[in-house]
């Protein structure tokens, strides 16, 4: 009895920290500190393509430098519709408020549109053209909104003519080069947009100097109550990186700059400038325009925050090269270990078959920490040392191997499910709490978010998606099976535990204020409406079937209307999707989630085959007989709840393809947890066949089950 009962009090223990920060979170989120200023005389925008933290210095960029002292700053994310945004990209997407591209690939940019004088105005030729282009990507950009809005503007060199070009191509007001603005230039309209041309990889100390001292002359002309905003629109050169954002004027002294769109401090999009260049100017913003205002935060000293925004960037750099190879790396531990185990205990004897079970449960109990651990890593600044990426993974190991440790060798180590379970809620509830607080754990993490590759800054990522879920619906199935072994009354503790841990698992990741996240309340909300079901011994109907298979996108039509009507709930995609739909625009946004998510299928070489192991997974577990295995029949008369478990893990990753735009990335990115996790689960409750634990436990409808007291 001593044994049952320790495992069932750390369960309830758990229960109430879940449900204690639901609570607390769920209520009252920190309140946004930024600010917005009154709108300003005149708007000077100035780009240098290319331009980043870590080439700006006191004694490199002395100008820049005394503007990021006065002003407030960031990191710009150049993410236009490649991960490769051009110059041209960037320019296009500041004219129309939604993301545009120029005729080019993502290895390199193409020929920029050429800019013909016309006289005291401009034309580009090409632009009708490259609005024919951009309809293939369903961005529903604006063209021409931003000098149409701003009334009188004048443009400066190429790029400035594409930001200040109507429909046909017309400027109303041009100079070639930047060498030609005076003051009376800077005064003659509100928005002045000036190009500074692109810096090269190659004399880029000699282009940074020069582009300082024309700054510099160009401050020297400001008139009286100019807001001066200093940014990088594009590059020509591969990896993308994270670049300048600079903002100097009334309301933004001293500060970092913000937004809603990315809710990470000092981090702001490309297309949040032209609603903000707008707000300055005290312009309307119409509603279809995706960006957010440009706000004001507090920041410490000047020099610790322009070294924090460049370790952004090297934390972006390390995944962009490390996480192909980290992910390769995880896949072939798994096989190899799981392989050696199994051959050097190989037979059907029942010792070495118990062998193999317990080489197998340690093996899936460290590969299931794994994700745990590279989340927790980001406790420590790593993006700041030397050899950031051993850091990193260093970190993460240490970590990873903490949390095996413990969860081998707590009380509920005797339970099949134990260790398993313990290390999937301690997951839930970092990733859950993470969440809720900004996603500063998933930054740049293996698993996490990169704001350059895949463009989300907030929530669960689409590889964490899989995971998350996984995590979140064996955590739930431990509490159940833990709750059901108490005896009389223990169903309702039961199905309690699964919709406390679903609740908390779903709000986190769904709720607009916190995750936002469209795929995961569409596939976690029917799998664990069929848990609480399974664990709750009702049949399925065909009724039943219905309300399951429609939950998932009833709740992300709440969430999003929620959003929508709700500013306070914060600016999110669901909220968006909501306002298009509203407005009969959301054709564009589903054709380009449809394209994403088929896209998914040819990311790499491997990507096909992830949906065969999904599919052959599925059938394993369906039909053991039909693949000649033993060890899933054994467990599910070990235990009968098992099939239920096995059969929502499974469809999690199969409703996770579907719902999300990452498609097959969400299954690709779990299966090193989810394969070693399901083998170790199913091998240990094969130990224990033919042992009956608690009175009618069969799952409802599943096919040959049967309680585990009575007789086949």
């Given at each position: 009895?001593?044994?049952?009962?320790?495992?069932?009090?750390?369960?309830?223990?758990?229960?109430?920290?879940?449900?204690?920060?639901l609570?607390?979170?769920?209520?009252a989120?920190?309140a946004?500190?930024?600010?917005?200023?009154?709108?300003a005389r005149?708007?000077?925008?100035?780009?240098?393509?290319?331009?980043?933290?870590?080439?700006?210095?006191?004694?490199a960029?002395p100008?820049?430098?005394?503007?990021?002292?006065?002003?407030?700053?960031?990191?710009l994310?150049?993410?236009?519709?490649?991960?490769?945004?051009?110059?041209?990209?960037?320019?296009?997407?500041?004219?129309?408020?939604?993301?545009?591209?120029?005729?080019?690939?993502?290895a390199?940019c193409?020929?920029?549109?050429?800019?013909?004088?016309?006289g005291?105005?401009?034309?580009?030729?090409?632009?009708?053209?490259l609005?024919?282009?951009?309809n293939?990507?369903?961005?529903?950009p604006?063209?021409?909104l931003?000098?149409g809005?701003?009334?009188?503007?004048?443009?400066?060199?190429?790029?400035?003519?594409?930001a200040?070009?109507?429909?046909?191509?017309?400027?109303a007001?041009y100079?070639?080069s930047a060498?030609?603005?005076?003051?009376?230039?800077?005064?003659?309209?509100p928005?002045t947009?000036?190009d500074?041309?692109?810096?090269?990889?190659?004399?880029?100390?000699?282009?940074?100097?020069?582009?300082?001292?024309?700054?510099?002359?160009?401050?020297a002309?400001?008139?009286?109550?100019t807001?001066?905003v200093v940014?990088?629109?594009?590059?020509?050169?591969?990896?993308?990186?994270?670049?300048v954002?600079?903002?100097s004027?009334a309301?933004?002294?001293?500060g970092?700059?913000?937004?809603?769109s990315t809710?990470?401090?000092?981090?702001?999009?490309?297309?949040?400038l032209?609603?903000?260049?707008l707000?300055?100017l005290?312009?309307?913003?119409?509603?279809g325009?995706v960006?957010?205002?440009?706000?004001?935060?507090?920041?410490?000293?000047?020099?610790?925050?322009?070294?924090?925004l460049?370790?952004?960037?090297?934390?972006?750099?390390?995944?962009?090269?490390t996480?192909?190879?980290?992910?390769?790396?995880?896949a072939?531990?798994?096989?190899?270990?799981?392989s050696?185990?199994?051959?050097?205990?190989?037979?059907?004897?029942?010792?070495?078959?118990?062998?193999?079970?317990?080489?197998?449960?340690?093996?899936g109990?460290?590969?299931?920490?794994?994700?745990a651990?590279?989340?927790?890593?980001?406790l420590v600044p790593w993006?700041?040392?030397?050899?950031?990426?051993?850091?990193?993974?260093g970190?993460?190991?240490?970590?990873?191997?903490?949390?095996?440790?413990?969860?081998?060798?707590g009380?509920?180590?005797?339970?099949?499910?134990?260790?398993?379970?313990?290390?999937c809620?301690?997951?839930?509830?970092?990733?859950?709490?993470?969440?809720?607080?900004?996603?500063?754990?998933q930054m740049?993490?293996?698993?996490?978010?990169?704001?350059?590759?895949?463009?989300?800054?907030y929530?669960?990522?689409?590889e964490a998606?899989?995971?998350?879920?996984?995590?979140a619906?064996l955590?739930a199935?431990?509490?159940a099976?833990?709750?059901?072994?108490?005896?009389?009354?223990?169903?309702?503790?039961?199905?309690?535990?699964?919709?406390?841990v679903?609740v908390?698992?779903?709000?986190a990741?769904?709720?607009?204020g916190?995750?936002?996240?469209?795929?995961?309340?569409?596939?976690?909300?029917?799998?664990?409406?069929?848990?609480?079901?399974?664990?709750?011994?009702?049949?399925?109907n065909?009724?039943?079937?219905?309300?399951?298979?429609?939950?998932?996108?009833?709740?992300?039509?709440?969430?999003?209307?929620?959003?929508?009507?709700?500013?306070?709930?914060?600016?999110?995609d669901?909220?968006?999707f909501?306002g298009?739909?509203?407005h009969?625009?959301s054709?564009?946004?589903?054709?380009?989630?449809?394209?994403s998510?088929?896209?998914?299928?040819?990311?790499?070489?491997?990507?096909?085959?992830?949906?065969?192991?999904v599919?052959?997974?599925?059938?394993?577990?369906?039909r053991?007989?039909?693949?000649?295995?033993?060890?899933?029949?054994?467990?599910?008369?070990?235990?009968?709840?098992?099939?239920a478990?096995?059969?929502?893990?499974?469809?999690?990753?199969?409703?996770?393809?579907?719902?999300?735009?990452?498609?097959?990335?969400?299954p690709?990115?779990?299966?090193?947890?989810?394969?070693?996790?399901?083998?170790?689960i199913?091998?240990?409750?094969?130990?224990?066949a033919?042992?009956?634990?608690?009175?009618n436990?069969?799952?409802?409808?599943?096919s040959?089950s049967?309680?585990a007291?009575?007789?086949?």
């Amino acid at each position: 009895m001593r044994v049952r009962k320790r495992p069932a009090a750390v369960p309830a223990a758990l229960l109430a920290c879940l449900l204690a920060v639901l609570a607390v979170l769920a209520a009252a989120r920190p309140a946004d500190a930024s600010t917005s200023p009154a709108p300003a005389r005149h708007v000077v925008v100035v780009g240098i393509s290319g331009l980043r933290w870590s080439d700006v210095s006191a004694t490199a960029t002395p100008t820049l430098w005394r503007l990021a002292g006065q002003g407030s700053v960031g990191s710009l994310v150049d993410y236009a519709v490649l991960p490769l945004t051009c110059p041209a990209d960037a320019w296009l997407t500041l004219n129309a408020g939604a993301r545009a591209q120029s005729d080019h690939t993502n290895a390199a940019c193409g020929t920029f549109p050429a800019v013909t004088s016309d006289g005291t105005g401009a034309q580009v030729a090409g632009l009708p053209a490259l609005e024919s282009y951009n309809n293939q990507f369903h961005n529903d950009p604006d063209w021409g909104l931003l000098a149409g809005t701003a009334g009188c503007s004048t443009a400066v060199g190429p790029g400035a003519a594409l930001a200040l070009a109507d429909r046909a191509g017309h400027i109303a007001s041009y100079l070639s080069s930047a060498a030609a603005v005076t003051a009376g230039v800077l005064s003659r309209c509100p928005l002045t947009v000036i190009d500074l041309g692109n810096l090269p990889n190659s004399e880029r100390p000699t282009a940074l100097r020069q582009d300082d001292a024309q700054l510099a002359r160009i401050v020297a002309d400001l008139p009286p109550g100019t807001t001066l905003v200093v940014t990088a629109p594009g590059a020509t050169i591969k990896p993308p990186h994270l670049q300048v954002a600079l903002v100097s004027g009334a309301g933004y002294a001293g500060g970092l700059l913000d937004a809603s769109s990315t809710r990470q401090p000092g981090m702001v999009v490309l297309t949040d400038l032209t609603p903000s260049v707008l707000s300055w100017l005290g312009r309307s913003v119409p509603a279809g325009v995706v960006g957010a205002q440009i706000t004001r935060a507090d920041r410490g000293g000047l020099a610790s925050t322009v070294k924090s925004l460049a370790g952004r960037d090297v934390a972006e750099q390390v995944w962009r090269s490390t996480h192909s190879t980290f992910f390769w790396v995880y896949a072939l531990a798994d096989v190899i270990v799981m392989s050696v185990i199994a051959l050097a205990s190989w037979g059907a004897a029942p010792q070495r078959r118990l062998r193999r079970a317990r080489g197998w449960r340690v093996a899936g109990v460290f590969a299931t920490a794994v994700p745990a651990g590279t989340f927790l890593a980001n406790l420590v600044p790593w993006w700041l040392f030397g050899h950031p990426a051993a850091w990193l993974y260093g970190l993460a190991v240490a970590w990873a191997l903490v949390i095996g440790a413990g969860a081998l060798a707590g009380p509920w180590r005797r339970d099949p499910l134990g260790p398993f379970g313990v290390i999937c809620l301690l997951t839930l509830v970092v990733l859950g709490i993470d969440v809720m607080t900004g996603s500063r754990l998933q930054m740049e993490t293996p698993f996490g978010l990169s704001v350059l590759e895949a463009g989300r800054f907030y929530g669960i990522g689409n590889e964490a998606l899989g995971i998350y879920g996984i995590t979140a619906l064996l955590a739930a199935a431990w509490l159940a099976l833990v709750a059901l072994r108490r005896g009389a009354g223990s169903r309702r503790i039961a199905v309690a535990a699964v919709a406390v841990v679903g609740v908390f698992a779903v709000f986190a990741s769904g709720w607009p204020g916190f995750g936002g996240k469209v795929g995961g309340t569409i596939a976690m909300v029917p799998c664990f409406l069929l848990l609480a079901l399974a664990v709750a011994g009702i049949r399925l109907n065909w009724r039943l079937v219905l309300i399951v298979a429609v939950s998932g996108l009833a709740l992300f039509a709440v969430f999003a209307l929620i959003s929508y009507f709700t500013p306070a709930t914060g600016k999110s995609d669901i909220g968006s999707f909501a306002g298009s739909s509203l407005h009969g625009h959301s054709g564009g946004v589903l054709l380009r989630k449809i394209n994403s998510n088929i896209g998914s299928l040819s990311v790499n070489a491997l990507s096909p085959l992830s949906p065969i192991v999904v599919v052959v997974g599925g059938l394993m577990l369906w039909r053991p007989s039909w693949f000649g295995l033993k060890t899933v029949p054994l467990a599910y008369a070990a235990e009968p709840l098992l099939r239920a478990i096995m059969g929502v893990l499974w469809l999690l990753l199969v409703l996770g393809w579907l719902a999300d735009d990452s498609g097959v990335i969400v299954p690709a990115a779990a299966l090193p947890i989810a394969l070693p996790l399901g083998i170790a689960i199913l091998a240990a409750f094969a130990g224990r066949a033919g042992s009956a634990r608690y009175v009618n436990s069969a799952v409802a409808g599943s096919s040959g089950s049967k309680p585990a007291d009575q007789p086949a």
